[in-house]
């Protein structure tokens, strides 16, 4: 299916830049930014303004919340438009595109399970986020995986259960995911990381964000790549006209993408651009 969806593509693309014009869709972390650095590889930032110099446009697409999105400095100058959260949160300067929240009542039964059994859990709400880490493990990881000091970002749980919940990040395994998320089927879960996951509002995924973002600046969605690492990029690969996997990312991503480039620290991001002839 995939291989198809990228002959149909490719059939269609222009042998200039000048004809047809791409909007590009980038996670953050292993993607545009290295795990090893914490920074964007210079050949990224230069492949992106050369991306935008030929017309194409830059979008970011990532798990983040907005107050976490600390570390794109280099290039922020250059980004029409922002998919966060998995999705649950789009935006285009001011303007919100699409906010997707939790119901209220699967916030309550995670909040209360990571109480019960002494998991960590990010509680991400319309404008602050909560931080429950009876261990510890919450912060250490954000801190040494990409370079965040959530703490610093922290609110009162009651505080941010006051508002819209738009995301939840517990902190437990892979197999009592699948357990907790059959009690929350208005849910869906993304898992990048082997200590966590994603839990978002269903619908609201990377890929349902890119297609927002596209239906509402009218961009023809046969002309989006979505680049991207780990398991939460999933859906925005295969929704994207073209996915990009990372040289570094993992390997079932790797087998639903149309293409995989080179490692993020390898200048995969430059060398994707010039496979296709963008840059």
């Not at 650095?37 to 303004?49: R, W, Y």
Request: hydrophobic content about 40%; overall charge negative.
């Amino acid at each position: 299916m995939y291989c198809s969806r990228l002959l149909v593509t490719l059939h269609s693309k222009p042998k200039n830049n000048q004809q047809v014009k791409y909007a590009l869709f980038f996670d953050i972390d292993g993607t545009l930014v290295s795990f090893k650095t914490h920074e964007i590889p210079p050949s990224t930032v230069f492949a992106l303004v050369q991306a935008k110099a030929n017309g194409h446009k830059v979008f970011v697409s990532t798990g983040r919340p907005p107050l976490i999105i600390t570390n794109l400095g280099a290039i922020e100058h250059l980004i029409d438009g922002y998919v966060t959260i998995n999705g649950a949160l789009c935006f285009v300067g001011d303007k919100v595109v699409r906010c997707m929240d939790i119901p209220r009542d699967a916030v309550q039964l995670v909040v209360k399970d990571a109480q019960e059994k002494n998991y960590g859990l990010i509680v991400v709400g319309e404008k602050d986020m909560a931080v429950l880490d009876p261990k510890g493990e919450a912060e250490q990881l954000f801190r040494a995986e990409i370079d965040v000091e959530i703490a610093l970002k922290a609110k009162p749980l009651d505080v941010v259960l006051g508002q819209r919940i738009l995301q939840l990040t517990p902190f437990f395994s892979e197999a009592y995911e699948h357990k907790l998320m059959k009690r929350i089927p208005s849910c869906t879960s993304g898992r990048w990381h082997p200590a966590f996951t994603d839990i978002t509002a269903k619908g609201a995924d990377k890929g349902e964000g890119i297609g927002a973002m596209a239906a509402h600046l009218g961009l023809d969605f046969r002309y989006t790549i979505a680049f991207g690492d780990g398991g939460n990029d999933s859906s925005m690969i295969k929704a994207a006209g073209i996915g990009v996997a990372m040289g570094n990312a993992l390997e079932s991503l790797k087998a639903e993408a149309d293409y995989t480039t080179t490692s993020v620290d390898n200048d995969g991001v430059l060398n994707a651009l010039r496979h296709f002839e963008l840059v």
